[in-house]
Each structure stands twice: as structure tokens, then as C-alpha cells.
């Protein structure tokens, strides 16, 4: 993977007027949009947040039981959101954390409240639309004790050759007894350079159900979520569906790390290149006994490319059950029909 040269990309000057009716954009806007998962009509959501290139042009939620907000605005209000501001990432990881750290254009703050069952999910979109675009974007989620959410998170660019860069930072707390599902697609683009950096947590009883899909053409994307299971009972499951045609370079995985007893992770990814290149990391670490963790990457090439599996299976003490499986060219047909017809 080539050195990404953030001088090429516009970092500042691009904000964009409120949209106050999703249903004003215009056709192309929406259809990448709706590619991303992200419907234009919020009328059957919890919440919606739309960020285009540095400004923050739609947010907001009719329902009482969580809270949507752009995260400066989050910031403002909270005195810096000391507890979870930068409390996973670490600011200088890279010259994407820094680059987010000092040079923030937006983002959401999304936070249930205690208990609360949220049955319609919150919807939020990243959109690069202006060329050359540079995104510095930090995300911060907060499931309370007891509390279910669904987030469906689109990131998308505009359509036709565009270039861009989307800088993304991800934080993830979920507390006692909650329970987040969390589904990202990405719509990107040809020449569109992607770096999200994720961290969660989840404490006692709490469950995180990750799903990402990835069908178009991008340049290149490389994240490596990492989810600390720091709760007795705490369960973590990351499904991706990806596919790397020609020019795309995908390097991608998950890193879950078990700290505590009877706590589960399991990684199921599905990969494809149709000409590309993907490299598929996964990392289940067990610290505490009993735990069980799995790993699966199935990989099939149509028409060249590469898949490079990476998992890593790490026990470091006496009665975790780790297990993995891993297989190029063996994807039955069915999944193979199914996965191309999306």
C-alpha cells in the first residue's frame, strides 16, 4: 500500500449550507446516498446525521430515548466529553489520528439513554462531495446500561472520478447489559483514500454485532477495529463482505481482545477480488479463563487479484478455546451469486 500524501487533499474551506428535508438533495446525491444504506426519508428512524466534507448539514432525533449530535457541538456542551473524548484512540497513533485531533470538521455523538429499548435505528452518513476533499471526522457512541441501539452508518462520495480522503476516528462504549448493532457501507469511490481508526469497549453482559459491506471500487482502505471485551459475559461478532475490484487495494480486519470470564468474539469475513488486492487480518487474544473466541476468512479470486489471510489465535492463560478457519477458492456457489447480485 502506497504512502498516503495528505498535501493532496483540501483540508479546509470546504463547509456547505444546512439541509434542513434530506428529500432537497439532489438525485445524485441521494442515489449515492441510498447505496450507502441511507435512506433520504427518516420518517421510520431514531435519528439521522449527514456530514458533508467539514460542515455537519443535517442532525437530530424525534426520539427521547437518545441523543444525536454533531460532536463539536457534543464537545461544547459536555465540557469536552472528558470521558470518552480520546479516552480509546490515541491521538498521535498516526498522521490520521493527529490530523483528526487537530483538525476536526465534524462528526456524531450518539447516546441512549439508561434502559431504553430503541427499536428504529439511528442512520448517519459521511459524504465526501467537493474534489479533493481531506474529511477529519470523530465518531463517539454511548450505549448506556441496559440499552439497545441499531446505528446504520453510510459513507459515500460523489459520483463519477472523484478524489478524496476520509480520516476517521471511532469510539465505542457499551455498558452493563447493552447492546449495539452497528452496520457500516461503504460507497466510496475509484481514487477515494480511506483510514478509519476504531476502538471499543464493551463492559458486563454487553454485546456489539458489527456488520461491514464494502461492493464498490475504492483506492485503498485500511482499518483494523480493536474491541476489549472488559465485562464477565461480554460478547463481540464482526461479519464483513468485501469485494476488491481491479485498482483496489483493501486492507482490512478485526482485533478482539478478551479480558474477563465467559466472554465470546468471533470474526466471519467473505471476501472477494475481482482483480484486486485484500488482505484480511483477524486477532482474537483470550487474557481470562473460560473464553471462547473464533475466526473465519473465506476468500475466493474471479479474474486475478490477491487474498492474504492473516488470523492469529493468542491465549495467554490455561482454558481459553480459540479456534479459526481459513480457505481461499472454496466459497460455495449460492454465496458466490448471492454476494455478486448485491
Known amino acids: 500500500m502506497e504512502k498516503v500524501d495528505l498535501n493532496l487533499y483540501k483540508f479546509d474551506g470546504l463547509e456547505h449550507d444546512a439541509v ?5 438533495l439532489s438525485a445524485e446525491d441521494k442515489e449515492q446516498l441510498l447505496m450507502a444504506g441511507v435512506d433520504v426519508d427518516t420518517d421510520d428512524t431514531s435519528g439521522t446525521f449527514l456530514q458533508v466534507d467539514h460542515s455537519n448539514v443535517h442532525c437530530g432525533s424525534p426520539s427521547k430515548d437518545v441523543e444525536v449530535m454533531d460532536i463539536k457541538k457534543a464537545l461544547e456542551k459536555y465540557d469536552g466529553l472528558p470521558d470518552y473524548y480520546f479516552n480509546l484512540v490515541d491521538k498521535d ?10 483538525n476536526l470538521h465534524g462528526g456524531y455523538f450518539v447516546r441512549t439513554k439508561k434502559g431504553a429499548k430503541i427499536k428504529a435505528p439511528v442512520q448517519s452518513c459521511l459524504f465526501l462531495k467537493a474534489e479533493q476533499s481531506g474529511q477529519n471526522i470523530h465518531n463517539i457512541v454511548v450505549v448506556e446500561e441496559d440499552s439497545e441501539l441499531q446505528i446504520i452508518t453510510g459513507c459515500a462520495a460523489a459520483h463519477g472520478k472523484f478524489t478524496g ?4 476516528i471511532s469510539e465505542i462504549y457499551i455498558k452493563k447489559g447493552g447492546k449495539l448493532t452497528f452496520t457500516m457501507v461503504h460507497n466510496w469511490g475509484e481514487n477515494v483514500t480511506v483510514r478509519p481508526r476504531t476502538v471499543g469497549v464493551v463492559e458486563e453482559g454487553g454485546v456489539l454485532l458489527n456488520n461491514y459491506v464494502l461492493l464498490k ?5 485500511q482499518s483494523y477495529p480493536t474491541i476489549f471485551l472488559n465485562g464477565e459475559g461480554a460478547v ?3 461479519n464483513s463482505v468485501l469485494v476488491a475490484p481491479e485498482g483496489s487495494h483493501i486492507d482490512t480486519g478485526t482485533r478482539i481482545i478478551m479480558n474477563a470470564p465467559n466472554t465470546r468474539g468471533e470474526i466471519i469475513s467473505r471476501t472477494i477480488t475481482t482483480g484486486g488486492t485484500i488482505i484480511s487480518r483477524g486477532h482474537i487474544q483470550g487474557n481470562f479463563a473460560p473464553a471462547r473466541g473464533h475466526l473465519e476468512c473465506q476468500g475466493l479470486l474471479l479474474g486475478g487479484g490477491i487474498i492474504h489471510a492473516i488470523p492469529e489465535l493468542e491465549a495467554t492463560v490455561e482454558g481459553v478455546e480459540l479456534s479459526h478457519e481459513a480457505a481461499v477458492g472454496k466459497i460455495a456457489q449460492e454465496e458466490i451469486e448471492y454476494l455478486m447480485a448485491r
Open 236 to 238: 463481540a461478532r464482526f
Open 217 to 221: 471500487k475504492v483506492k485503498d482502505v
Open 165 to 168: 480522503a476520509h480520516l476517521g
Open 20 to 24: 434542513a428535508d434530506l428529500s432537497t
Open 93 to 102: 497513533k498516526d498522521e490520521f489520528t493527529k490530523s483528526a485531533a487537530e
